[in-house]
């Protein structure tokens, strides 16, 4: 089983629409929890954190659910520009030095 | 926001030869630095933790003696790909550890390697 699991869609919706992603992982003590972005044949970037609290950052807000081994993200009022792959990305064990573990990635085309 | 470069952005090399590519921390000292590797339509995965002044950590089924990493200051990582096959062509990227308090990881801009 994959540590991190994304649904890859593609997600195609219109401009304005909401959409959600999920993305589970299975190791239980992972310690932080991520979005990124990532444009075509870029690095990724950050999108945000994602806190047990649940957190958001203007249109777009993240869940985790760490007894279900569980994170999302809502995106409100799509924009054209949100046309991205967006990763689901979990914080290995501190051994590892912290590097991360990613998804395959959820694919999203807004369309006008 | 801190900045990660990487050297070259794209390399096209035939099979045989070896190819370097670096990654620098520009304004910060990261005594840990990440390569990864990303397969079209795959996702970014680990080859190995670079810590500055020992030597690196490879993930399983890596090949140590393949993918060379120097780390010998903290602001410089390299990767060498040695005796590079079509199989190695690749999207590389590095991320650096900010080594103050935040220690958040930044990334390099990738670099795009086709052996032919």
């Known amino acids: 089983r994959k540590e991190v699991e994304q649904d890859p869609g593609p997600f195609n919706v219109p401009e304005g629409a909401t959409v959600a992603f999920n993305c589970t992982y299975s190791?239980?003590?992972?310690?932080?929890f991520f979005w990124y972005r990532q444009d075509c044949r870029k690095e990724p970037k950050l999108l945000m954190s994602v806190y047990s609290s649940g957190n958001e950052d203007g249109r777009f807000t993240a869940q985790l659910n760490r007894a279900s081994q569980y994170i999302s993200l809502l995106i409100r009022d799509s924009k054209l520009s949100d046309s991205a792959t967006y990763l689901c990305?979990?914080?290995?064990?501190?051994?590892?030095?912290?590097?991360?573990?990613f998804g395959k990635g959820t694919s999203l085309l807004v369309t006008p | 926001g801190a900045v990660v470069s990487q050297h070259p952005s794209r390399v096209i090399c035939k099979s045989g030869t070896s190819v370097k590519i670096e990654c620098r921390s520009l304004?910060?000292?990261?005594?840990?630095m990440f390569w990864y590797r990303q397969f079209p339509k795959k996702s970014l995965m680990l080859m190995a933790t670079s810590n500055e002044g020992s030597k690196a950590t490879y993930e399983q089924g890596v090949e140590k003696d393949k993918f060379l990493i120097n780390h010998a200051s903290l602001t410089l990582s390299t990767l060498t790909v040695t005796s590079a096959h079509p199989e190695d062509s690749s999207f590389y990227i590095c991320?650096?550890?900010?080594?103050?308090?935040?220690?958040?990881?930044?990334f390099g801009p990738g670099t795009r390697l086709t052996v032919t």
């Open positions: 190791n239980s003590a992972s310690q932080s």
């Open positions: 991320s650096a550890r900010d080594r103050g308090a935040s220690g958040e990881q930044y």
């Open positions: 990305v979990v914080n290995n064990h501190p051994y590892r030095g912290y590097a991360l573990n």
């Open positions: 304004d910060f000292q990261a005594t840990t």
